[in-house]
């Protein structure tokens, strides 16, 4: 059986994949725009300085000679920068953009999941999510190894991570430093968003001064970073300005609140939830929600019940529900996240060979009690007792030919 190709369905799942090199693209577009806003606006007080000479006749020649090649030097150092940003960051980008954009398109000219061509390219998309999952979790070496191995550097984004962890590894250390040279670079998509992660850092550099009991700078410091937010966030201004009388052994509530070191640990997750949020990436792995849409079709109640478990049903796995002897760790512990799937069309599955009963294995009922099970299942069973089938659940027994059909409409 085959089916066609959900084209949207798809593409719900590849937004980041796109916009990564979009947004990277973006910052290279940003810093061409401010080079040239540079010079030009340089080029232009050049321009009028020399006009407003000669009106008023003060004018040299050997001035306006100066000025010209001063003028002809800015455009050629300018050219410059932007070739050199173009060759270093801006073709790059642009080439990661096409490749992953034709990797997409191959998917729109697709008509069957039956074709090779779609199986080929789920397969490199598992592949993805895969490198996705090991970078989110700190595997950067097999991520990598992946990503070489099914030749996908250009499709999996290890330079993004490559980032968040060096930041985050400098934050671990006690250093804001990076993250807000990333604040910097990124400070109108943050302001755009709201986004608060640069006053949380400014914020913990100056408790830091505080620990340190060095009063002086920690006030120079707050006057300098930390005012100009006082119209969102006066309050946390305010507090803070009272470490100033308290040093990082005190026990006011308060103030322990803001020497308590796990700041730093919100710090980072903090950071990782900004950047996720400018590239569109969901702060689930991929993987995780793929799997969730297919767990959540899957769900049912009786996948929590130990009599009706089915071997086949990932979220039956052996591992869920409250007849479950084992802990937790699979596919069925993941399902308990997701809601339960709704059939408008129930699915009857035999609880003796857990296989779906169908019009190809009819469902079959015992005439006394009206259990169903599958054709396949009593026709094993009368084949191994002469035509005689029992039910399994009351141990009533009748011949083969005593069974009802039971036609599913």
């Not at 000679?65 to 070739?83: N, P, Q, Y």
């Not at 943050?190 to 009991?213: G, M, P």
Request: with cysteine; aromatic share 8%; proline share 3%.
């Amino acid at each position: 059986m085959t089916s066609r190709v959900d084209v949207e369905g798809v593409f719900l799942f590849e937004q980041p994949f796109a916009r990564v090199p979009y947004e990277n693209y973006r910052k290279v577009f940003r810093s061409s725009q401010k080079h040239v806003e540079r010079e030009y606006g340089a080029i232009q007080s050049t321009v009028t300085d020399v006009s407003s000479s000669l009106k008023i006749g003060t004018a040299r020649k050997e001035d306006i000679a100066s000025a010209i090649d001063g003028m002809i030097g800015r455009v050629e150092t300018l050219k410059r920068k932007l070739s050199d940003l173009h060759d270093s960051a801006g073709k790059p980008t642009q080439d990661v953009m096409r490749e992953r954009l034709q990797h997409m398109a191959t998917v729109e000219n697709l008509g069957s999941t039956a074709d090779s061509e779609y199986t080929n390219w789920a397969d490199k998309r598992l592949d993805r999510w895969l490198v996705d999952w090991c970078l989110r979790h700190g595997k950067e070496k097999t991520a990598e190894q992946i990503a070489r191995e099914k030749d996908l550097e250009v499709l999996v984004d290890l330079d993004l991570f490559s980032d968040i962890r060096r930041i985050e590894r400098a934050l671990s250390e006690h250093s804001c430093t990076e993250a807000l040279a990333w604040c910097s670079e990124n400070k109108a998509s943050l302001r755009k968003v709201k986004n608060t992660l640069e006053f949380d850092l400014r914020l913990q550099e100056y408790i830091e001064l505080c620990r340190s009991d060095k009063k002086q700078e920690a006030i120079l410091y707050l006057r300098k970073h930390l005012v100009s937010w006082q119209e969102t966030h006066l309050v946390q201004i305010q507090q803070a300005s009272g470490l100033l009388a308290f040093s990082s052994g005190t026990t006011c509530r308060p103030y322990m609140r803001l020497y308590d070191p796990s700041r730093w640990t919100s710090l980072m997750k903090s950071f990782r939830r900004s950047i996720y949020i400018l590239n569109t990436l969901p702060s689930e792995p991929l993987l995780n929600l793929a799997l969730y849409a297919g767990l959540a079709s899957l769900k049912l109640p009786a996948c929590y019940e130990h009599a009706t478990k089915n071997l086949d049903c990932p979220v039956c796995d052996g591992e869920t529900g409250s007849g479950s002897m084992m802990p937790g760790m699979g596919l069925g512990k993941l399902a308990e996240e997701v809601p339960s799937s709704y059939h408008a069309n129930s699915t009857i599955v035999c609880s003796i060979t857990k296989k779906i009963m169908d019009a190809d294995n009819m469902p079959m009922a015992f005439p006394s009690n009206g259990y169903v099970y599958s054709r396949e299942a009593m026709e094993e069973m009368a084949a191994k007792d002469n035509g005689i089938v029992t039910c399994p659940r009351t141990g009533e027994s009748c011949s083969f030919t005593e069974l009802r059909k039971v036609f599913i409409s």
